[in-house]
């Protein structure tokens, strides 16, 4: 740090000495960061220097385990009434369109799978092609998804090993009228990779080979069921990053990040996967293989294809390889936490920020008092508070740049400058690898903490930056005013959180149990409150089953009109992820 910031009284503590009996929670440091030399400095507003502060423990892993315990009842195979455990009820009709599975369909499927006996799990036998029977249990890894939220009622599992055999399967399938499911890592949120009746699961982990990686130019060619964290991994290995970073990386497909349009924590700094992402191989409803694994980086000849696969949730056609090009992984990271005393001053900071930073900037995340207060009190292990005090609101940032002496006197402009405008009241800034991952943990540790205080009410959100508290605020008056906030009232509390960068909020409204009454104070309340600010009601979530039925909040219905036009064209029998994204 500059001499003007630091003061020749600075005292460093160590590790050991400050935090005698911290507890490390996951011991996993943040990738590409440049260690640095040792105790982390602190910043406050209230003195004309900077002192050294309590070391951080590690990051919180950051695959959280985020379950809500909310549940459908399980379907029957003509109609069900999918209802939350929470009380929040959706009549779906199986359609009668599809066909209900038996032996022949087992056989013939198997025929399209080159080892049938390990590429199929089903519960209904065809010995003549060597397809044995398993029990229903040994299908609810891939009936239910991750948070155990929704349930499906899949006879058959299909895991095929080639494009090809994706091919022959969705051929059959379209011939005779078998809804299918195209299912990655299963990480989702809103239910959109697990089947709502008895849909066939196309299951695309098998198809897990990198193609090729172009090591001049940065761009990777692999299958969609490659984990995200091992493709980071496999290009960081020659010195580049995946544009994409999400807290399920271990676990996560590309085809599925594809799918969904995955958001994250890079998208402030190199975008959404439209801009990355440059082909896609994508086998068709039909069978039809869409080959356009292009890696140019401009192509301007006919309408770009690969765009209307690119969140399209798997229900006009199943990815099954992408081309994508990944950034230089950068030589200096750098986060800081800053306490901040209103929203205003958020937005304040953020505008500082993006001045004094620039192009090296890569995170801005805020969280409110609320959110750090849950952090400290439910935390699967402990993450330290680097603060004496309780503040308002909390900024995190963190920079990625090519250059570190570059990056802190970037750093050590804004600070002063931050502190002198008193913009900030107080601050932390990492100094190794090990405070990094502390620091992230204040942050991506919120939503695993509100699943153990108890049960939540997730809500992903975007809208204009200077909304994004006033929607806190609101839904918490709303509660007050039901007499509903407080211990054992029904609502424990109301934490906002997100990414201000890309105007992403947030919401988990923690309560006592999924009661329909405070069902009914929340929605469609929120829902209409977004659409009067021309918000979304996902910002990188998706729609999936969940919200099938609320893209109208955020899309005219000439626009939806198009969509359900869109899907038709594609997908004539509507056999692909039915039931969710849009309901044709």
């Excluded at 805020?366 to 503040?391: I, N």
């Excluded at 008056?477 to 906030?485: L, S, Y």
């Excluded at 105007?503 to 409204?509: F, K, M, P, S, V």
């Amino acid at each position: 740090m500059s001499s003007k910031l630091v003061s020749a009284s600075i005292s460093r503590v160590s590790a050991a000495a400050a935090l005698p009996n911290v507890v490390l929670p996951f011991p996993a440091a943040r990738s590409g960061v440049v260690a640095a030399s040792g105790n982390m400095l602190k910043c406050n507003s209230s003195s004309s220097h900077l002192a050294s502060v309590r070391a951080m423990s590690t990051r919180a892993n950051r695959r959280m385990n985020m379950r809500d315990s909310v549940a459908f009842a399980t379907p029957s195979t003509s109609k069900a009434s999918l209802t939350f455990k929470r009380s929040l009820a959706t009549e779906v009709q199986r359609s009668s369109n599809f066909t209900k599975l038996n032996e022949t369909h087992i056989a013939n499927l198997a025929k399209c799978l080159s080892t049938p006996s390990t590429s199929i799990l089903t519960t209904i036998a065809a010995p003549e092609v060597g397809v044995q029977a398993v029990s229903a249990d040994e299908l609810d890894a891939y009936n239910n998804d991750w948070m155990d939220k929704y349930h499906g009622s899949s006879a058959c599992i299909i895991r095929p090993k080639t494009t090809d055999e994706v091919s022959k399967v969705m051929r059959y399938c379209f011939e005779n009228r078998i809804a299918v499911v195209p299912q990655g890592g299963n990480t989702g949120l809103v239910g959109g990779g697990v089947p709502v009746f008895d849909e066939v699961i196309v299951n695309l982990s098998g198809l897990n080979k990198i193609r090729s990686f172009d090591e001049v130019a940065g761009t990777l060619v692999c299958d969609a069921g490659c984990v995200l964290e091992v493709l980071d991994n496999f290009v960081g290995e020659k010195g580049y990053m995946m544009p994409l970073d999400l807290g399920a990386k271990g676990s996560c497909h590309i085809g599925g990040n594809v799918a969904t349009n995955a958001g994250g924590l890079r998208f402030l700094r190199y975008g959404s996967l439209h801009g990355n992402v440059l082909g896609l191989e994508v086998v068709l409803p039909d069978g039809t293989v869409l080959d356009g694994l292009s890696t140019l980086r401009k192509d301007n000849t006919g309408f770009d294809l690969k765009q209307l696969f690119i969140g399209s949730e798997g229900t006009i056609g199943l990815i099954t390889g992408v081309s994508i090009i990944t950034p230089r992984k950068p030589n200096a990271v750098n986060v800081a936490v800053f306490a901040v005393p209103s929203f205003e001053a958020v937005q304040t900071t953020f505008t500082t920020v993006k001045q004094h930073c620039g192009e090296i900037l890569s995170a801005f995340e805020f969280f409110d008092a609320q959110s750090f207060e849950l952090v400290q009190g439910y935390a699967t292990r402990a993450v330290r508070d680097p603060f004496e005090d309780r503040h308002p609101f909390y900024v995190l940032i963190e920079t990625s740049g090519s250059k570190k002496e570059h990056d802190d006197e970037k750093l050590e402009g804004l600070l002063e400058h931050l502190l002198e405008s008193e913009t900030i009241t107080d601050g932390v800034l990492a100094q190794d690898t090990t405070q990094v991952s502390g620091l992230w943990a204040l942050r991506e540790s919120i939503p695993e903490a509100a699943g153990k205080m108890g049960k939540v009410f997730k809500y992903d959100l975007s809208m204009p930056v200077e909304k994004m508290n006033e929607l806190v605020d609101v839904m918490r008056a709303r509660f007050e005013e039901k007499g509903m906030m407080g211990e054992g009232k029904g609502i424990k509390t109301v934490v906002g959180y997100g990414h201000i960068g890309d105007g992403n909020l947030h919401i988990n409204i923690v309560a006592d149990s999924y009661a329909p009454e405070i069902e009914a104070v929340i929605e469609p309340y929120i829902y209409e409150w977004i659409a009067e600010q021309n918000g979304s009601i996902s910002a990188e979530h998706g729609l999936g089953l969940m919200k099938a039925t609320k893209i109208g909040y955020s899309k005219s219905q000439t626009s939806i009109e198009y969509m359900k036009k869109i899907k038709a064209a594609f997908d004539p029998e509507g056999i692909l992820n039915p039931y969710k994204y849009i309901q044709v």
